[in-house]
């Protein structure tokens, strides 16, 4: 039996990934190793696709910079994000993330460029961040396809 086929579409991804790669295209050349950040397993056979994961791989067809999309796991499932309050984002990902035991010989000494596909309050590549730190990485940039701004932080 086939597992769930997909119905995520990737339309546009190419045109997305090469402007985050236009934006972001110091942190690219500094980086050794691009890592997604990753859904949990059930996350991913529910929606069918990780956006993250296909932007990296993308990015780095682009770069010739190196991908792990197996690199951190996310070891426990955690809330949608976006259901929860700036306060409670931090505590829902705390430790939720760890780094593969393949991924870490690779991670150590390295530059790591984290990809995400959207940033709110920054808990989730916090969380991240702190894993490949934790994991040996020598620095660890972000660089995420958009930003959640909430109307009290615009300022014109």
Sequence with gaps: MRGPVSTARRDGLGTLASRMLQSGRTLVDEADLIVPVPLHCARLVRRGSGQSGWLAQYIS????????VDSIKRTRRTSTQGGLSARARPRDVAGAFTITRRAATRISGRRVLLVDDVLTTGATVSACTRALKQAGAANVDVLVLARVVRETDVTI
């Design 61 to 68: 067809r682009l770069s010739g910079t190196p991908v792990m």
